[in-house]
């Protein structure tokens, strides 16, 4: 085997997070090395809703989502393309009073972070987005959230990262990683060896064993939302939508297509997860009811996608407790792709400056270690097929014969 | 809408054309009550696709000398419709573990299987030419299926064009049924067929036929021409003519329809959502499930049958239903007669050899690729163009998935099944790629469109 | 203008129909498309482009001929028989 690449970090994982991480290292003037098992941003990264909404974020996350926005607003200038990205707004419907007194109450909660929220009660939501349903009683809006298409967005980061002087490297699954009290070294399955003083674990649903190899088990779980898209149809609805207590979300894009989600598929093997015929029966039938223009349209596509949840639904970002070197940046809960570039900006920040500009320790990888002790096993061996796909994600569980 | 009893539904058959009509009645004669579903009216597939009730034509007007063979796979389905659970009009759209998902009259059920014959034929293959997106161009089975269902013509003066079996036959069923043929455009070269000579003799009495259409239509002074590259369909909000390369020649026609089609391509997404292996085909040009020569795929309890797993027509289907019916009765117990399975085998295995003769006579244009232009609309659904697949192989994509998600080509309502066989040459073309090694697109569900609103049985 | 041509068959009971808006009429065992096509040559505009189209591959692969009903389900005209008195209806497409 030809002698280790030497680099100042290697990235596993060439999703959204990772190829951010790779392109502000790369910015910063550091070799990088850019690893993904399959192609960049195939995994949820590539495959999610493509929500680019701060509303309806835990407030801990709201200053890393603010950041998040100041990057989206410039997106072009950072990765070269616009992805289809709109700032359409964020329309988040209430389907009871109970609902309603939530948003006004997060309303109130999250002033200060720039989303200016516009409660709309039943007449101005009406008024406003004729098309919604009688089901919504009313809604609050981000005017300057949006969608964009993450099929191309995130992809493009990775694209970014290289154009950048990143090294990256598709079909480059990581079969070893160990460390010998000064550097990492990394091995890929494709026979490539890199050698480096910093590892960041952006590896997403499949992170878990890597922080378990470096004696940080997490209890992550999988998920697999299910998504569907319909025939393009006229344009009706300018707004990216959600539901007060979860549901079903909606967007239309500029081809008229409306891409729905909700629910939760299956895994139907560690990299590939369906979204089940419940979860699309589910989202079929009760959709035409918060928006009626779907009425006869007809859904010509499905799928889901692996992602990794914790159970507070925080994403573990920031350093290892045990490794130097190691940072972890993963479980983004299925909301990951509007935070994912400032989640990789911060990383890179902890690598090039010491630490980044917004505190991380909300998601700190320590939160877990008060039940969960163990000591690192630098010396474990190579990481095989990941684990951890079991979906634990009750709302509606894809398989009718389970 | 009652359903069946469960343990009823334990072999389920998918697809009522000639495969899965002798599927179901070779269970049936061993004591099996299959369950059926076909998404058409009245079955038959389409090669043997039955004319609407209240129409009057003759078995012999409409399959010609493929009427026995069709009256008689009609005449089985006939009486086996009351021994067995058959539900037409029924779209498969989805299968996970043992469970098949249909919409019927806009009421989704599920289907329980504990085997299952995948039968689900074959739709055209089409390789696009400029303007193929015109009123009055359809495939060469659309152009029979015009005639053969509803007794129409695609128009006044038609053009057949690309090459396979269908293209003589169609033409010949145009012209016989009163239709004015312009001209028939075959883009392989008569050498090809007379080196296939040797391989098609295995079926002299198709070979006979296959002449015999070839013979008649220029008899009847239909201008047939061969090694021709169909260049453009020319026409503003319909056909108006048809622009061929021949040799160093550029020639021209008036017309109001084309029919066009290079062959036939295997519909594979139920199998694929199954998770059956495939495995490419030089053959086919295609990546297919595998099938052994029983007619096991290899998933446990799945059996794939007819043109589904790879094209060998009608004939085959037949005989590769019954066998695959004989192999799943047999893993599951039941006495069934050896000899028979073995003879089934053999006979599909001559089919096989004549299948290759046929690839010889009408020859994939390996060049169709580098001949198409950038303006070129590959995806009829998306409106994505070769010039489009070409920049996004240029931007390092040459995976046909990963191609899709990034210029759409093959998104749409019809998931590939007209554009994937193109797009999946063209990236290979610009790519520098093996063509197999591009892959296939993916398998999503819902297989076919499925409506908003629906009504679930739960 | 019709883009089918009727060649045989013909002898069929009338079945009156509405299309877009205007009366139409076919013959019993007629599908959409053809009860559409051998009066008018097109079933649908495009939806990039607005182009018109006319079906395809006639056995419900393409999905190039989906059209309106009265009672709002859209379906595929090829694989639709037609029933008198239904409303049909074509849509334009559009034009990105």
């Excluded at chain 1, 079969?175 to 091995?187: A, C, I, K, N, P």
């Excluded at chain 1, 979860?246 to 997860?273: E, H, K, M, S, W």
Aim: hydrophobic share 40%; with cysteine.
């Amino acid at each position: 085997m030809s002698q280790p690449v030497e680099v100042d970090a290697v990235v596993i994982g060439g999703g959204i997070v990772g190829a951010s991480a790779a392109l502000f290292l790369a910015l910063s003037g550091k070799r990088v090395a850019l690893l993904e098992r399959d192609f960049f941003g195939s995994h949820s990264s590539g495959v999610n809703y493509g929500g680019v909404r701060r509303q309806g974020r835990p407030l801990s996350q709201l200053p890393l989502s603010r950041r998040a926005h100041e990057i989206w607003g410039d997106l072009r200038a950072f990765i070269g393309t616009d992805g289809e990205y709109m700032r359409s707004g964020h329309l988040k419907l209430a389907r009871s009073d109970k609902d309603m007194a939530a948003l006004v109450a997060y309303e109130e909660a999250s002033r200060g972070f720039g989303m200016e929220l516009q409660l709309l009660d039943h007449a101005r939501l009406r008024a406003r987005f004729p098309w919604a349903g009688d089901v919504a009683v009313g809604a609050s809006l981000c005017a300057d959230d949006g969608h964009a298409n993450p099929r191309l967005v995130s992809p493009a980061f990775a694209v970014a990262a290289r154009r950048a002087g990143a090294q990256t490297f598709e079909q480059a699954h990581v079969s070893e990683v160990s460390h010998d009290g000064q550097t990492f070294l990394v091995r890929t399955a494709s026979g490539l060896s890199f050698r480096a003083p910093w590892l960041l674990n952006c590896a997403g649903a499949w992170a878990a064993q890597l922080a378990q190899q470096f004696g940080e088990p997490v209890p992550m779980r999988a998920g697999h939302p299910a998504m569907l898209v319909t025939e393009p149809l006229p344009m009706f609805m300018d707004v990216s939508t959600g539901v007060e207590g979860g549901g079903i979300y909606a967007r239309q894009v500029a081809r008229g297509n409306c891409v729905l989600g909700g629910g939760q598929g299956f895994a139907l093997d560690p990299a590939t997860a369906r979204p089940g015929q419940a979860a699309i029966l589910e989202i079929l039938r009760n959709a035409v009811e918060l928006y009626p223009p779907l009425a006869g349209a007809q859904a010509i596509r499905t799928w889901s996608g692996t992602e990794g949840y914790l159970p507070d639904r925080e994403p573990v970002l920031g350093a290892s407790s045990t490794q130097p070197g190691l940072l972890h940046g993963f479980g983004f809960a299925g909301s990951g792709f509007q935070i994912g570039p400032a989640a990789g900006e911060a990383l890179a920040q902890r690598v090039c400056v010491g630490a980044s500009n917004i505190d991380l320790t909300p998601f700190s990888i320590t939160r877990f270690q008060t039940h969960l002790q163990s000591q690192p096993h630098t010396s474990s061996p190579a990481i095989v097929v990941p684990s951890g796909t079991d979906n634990v994600i009750p709302l509606f569980r894809g398989r009718s014969n389970p | 809408m009652t359903a069946p009893p469960r343990q009823a539904m334990s072999t389920v058959i998918v697809g009522a054309g000639p495969a899965g009509i002798r599927a179901a009645q070779t269970l049936l004669a061993h004591g099996l009550r299959p369950c059926l579903l076909d998404e058409s009216l009245r079955g038959g597939g389409q090669v043997y696709r039955r004319q609407p009730e209240h129409f009057k034509r003759s078995a012999k007007a409409l399959y010609g000398f493929e009427a026995g063979k069709a009256e008689s796979v009609h005449a089985t389905l006939d009486q086996l419709q009351s021994e067995i659970d058959y539900r037409p009009e029924t779209l498969v759209w989805n299968a996970e573990t043992r469970t098949l998902d249909t919409l019927h009259n806009g009421r989704a059920a599920q289907v329980p299987f504990k085997h299952l014959i995948v039968a689900t034929g074959a739709t055209d293959r089409i390789l696009p030419v400029p303007g193929w997106t015109l009123p009055g161009v359809y495939s060469l089975g659309a152009a029979q299926i015009a005639l053969k269902f509803q007794g129409c013509a695609i128009g006044e003066r038609v053009v057949f064009a690309g090459s396979g079996p269908l293209l003589y036959l169609v033409a010949y069923q145009y012209a016989k049924a009163g239709a004015t043929v312009a001209a028939v455009l075959d883009s392989s070269p008569f050498s090809a067929q007379t080196r296939a000579l040797p391989a098609l003799l295995g079926q002299p009495s198709t070979l006979a036929k296959g002449l015999y259409y070839r013979a008649w239509l220029t008899a009847h002074g239909v201008p047939v021409h061969q090694g021709v590259h169909l260049h453009e369909i020319q026409g503003e909000r319909r056909v108006s003519g048809v622009s061929w390369q021949q040799g160093q020649q550029r020639k021209n026609l008036a017309c109001d329809a084309v029919a066009f089609a290079h062959a036939l391509r295997s519909e594979t997404q139920l199998a694929d959502l199954l998770g059956c292996e495939f495995a490419w085909s030089a053959l086919n040009r295609a990546w297919l499930p595998t099938r052994d020569a029983a007619g096991r795929s290899s998933v446990e309890g799945v059996y794939l049958a007819g043109d589904g797993a790879g094209i060998m027509g009608a004939d085959a289907a037949e005989v590769a239903g019954e066998l695959a019916a004989l192999t799943l009765l047999g893993d599951i117990g039941y006495r069934i007669d050896r000899a028979r399975s073995i003879e089934l085998q053999r006979q599909l295995e001559a089919i096989q050899r004549f299948r290759q003769g046929l690839e010889t006579a009408f020859p994939f244009p390996e060049d169709w690729a580098a001949k198409a232009p950038d303006s070129l609309t590959v995806c009829r659904c998306e409106e994505v163009s070769a010039g489009d697949i070409r920049q996004t192989v240029a931007d390092g994509h040459w995976e046909i998935n990963r191609v899709k998600a990034m210029c759409r080509v093959g998104m749409g309502r019809c998931q590939g099944r007209m554009c994937g066989v193109a797009a999946t040459e063209i990236v290979a073309q610009a790519s520098g790629r093996d063509i197999a090694s591009v892959g296939r697109l993916r398998g999503q569900a819902p297989i076919k469109p499925l409506p908003f609103g629906v009504e679930a049985d739960q | 203008m019709a883009l089918l041509k009727r060649l045989t068959e013909r002898d069929r009971a009338v079945l009156p129909f509405t299309l877009d808006g205007r009366p139409a009429s076919g013959l019993l065992g007629d599908t959409l498309l053809t009860a559409v096509l051998t009066a008018e040559d097109s079933l649908r505009g495009s939806d990039f482009n607005g182009e018109p189209r006319a079906g395809f591959c006639l056995m419900g692969a393409c999905q190039d001929c989906w059209v309106k009903l009265g009672d709002g389900r859209r379906v595929r005209a090829c694989s639709t028989l037609l029933e008198a008195g239904v409303c049909v209806s074509r849509e334009p497409g559009r034009s990105l």
